[in-house]
T-cell receptor
C-alpha cells in the first residue's frame, strides 16, 4: 500500500513553545490529509481535514489558532501546535488519501510531550 | 450526527476460539463501514471494508442495515491477531474524501 510518513516520531518541548509535525505522502499525491489526536487507551479523534491549496476544516471544539494546519503541496501537510501546554501532550496521527482512492493511509504517529 | 460504538474495550480469547467484535453505528445517510487494525508498535492499517465483501486474514464483517451493525468475526483466533481493532464509518463529504469517524476500539488479546 501507499506510504505516509510523519516526522518527528516523538518530540518533547517546553510549555509555551510551538511544535511542528510533518506528514508526507511518499509515493502518491494526497489531495486530502487528516489530522487525528489519540489519548491513551482511547480512540482517534479527528481534529481537522485539509485539502491541498485550501484552508483546513476543523472539527467542532478544535481551536484553529492553536492547531495550525498547512497543506501547501500534494505531498506535505504540517500541523503546528502553538504555545503548547501540558494538556496538549498526546499522540497525533495523520492520514492521507487521494481522490478516488479506496482507502486512507496512516502515518506512524507523533508522540508529543509538553513539559 | 455520526457515531460508531464498540462496546467492549478488552477482549481476551484463547487461541483457536472464535472472536467477535461488535460495532454499531448511527448515521442518517448511506454508510460505508470499515475495520482498521493496529498491531503493536505499528501504524493503523485497513483490515477490511464492507463493500469489498472480502475475508482478510480469516476475518469477515457483514453490514446489517436493519440492526445498524458491522460486527467483525473470525472463527479461529490466532496469536498474531492480538491487536487494537477500530470500527470506522466514512462520512459523506463534498470533497469525496475518506473522512472517517472511529469507534473507541477493541483491544484483542489472544491467549496461547
Amino acid at each position: 500500500g501507499a506510504v505516509v510518513s510523519q516526522h518527528p516520531s516523538w518530540v518533547i518541548c517546553k510549555s509555551g513553545t510551538s511544535v511542528k509535525i510533518e506528514c508526507r505522502s511518499l509515493d502518491f499525491q494526497a489531495t486530502t490529509m487528516f489530522w487525528y489526536r489519540q489519548f491513551p487507551k482511547q480512540s482517534l479523534m479527528l481534529m481537522a481535514t485539509s485539502n491541498e491549496g485550501s484552508k483546513a476544516t476543523y472539527e467542532q471544539g478544535v481551536e484553529k489558532d492553536k492547531f495550525l494546519i498547512n497543506h501547501a503541496s500534494l505531498t506535505l501537510s504540517t500541523l503546528t501546535v502553538t504555545s503548547a501546554h501540558p494538556e496538549d501532550s498526546s499522540f497525533y496521527i495523520c492520514s492521507a488519501d487521494s481522490r478516488g482512492q479506496a482507502e486512507a493511509f496512516f502515518g506512524q504517529g507523533t508522540r508529543l510531550t509538553v513539559v | 450526527a455520526q457515531r460508531v460504538t464498540q462496546p467492549e474495550k478488552l477482549l481476551s480469547v484463547f487461541k483457536g476460539a472464535p472472536v467477535e467484535l461488535k460495532c454499531n453505528y448511527s448515521y442518517s445517510g448511506s454508510p460505508e463501514l470499515f475495520w482498521y487494525v493496529q498491531y503493536s508498535r505499528q501504524r493503523l492499517q485497513l483490515l477490511l471494508r464492507h463493500i469489498s465483501r472480502e475475508s482478510i486474514k480469516g476475518f469477515t464483517a457483514d453490514l446489517n442495515k436493519g440492526e445498524t451493525s458491522f460486527h467483525l468475526k473470525k472463527p479461529f483466533a490466532q496469536e498474531e491477531d492480538s491487536a487494537m481493532y477500530y470500527c470506522a464509518l466514512k462520512r459523506l463529504s463534498v470533497f469525496e474524501n475518506n473522512r472517517l469517524a472511529f469507534g473507541k476500539g477493541n483491544q484483542v488479546v489472544v491467549i496461547p
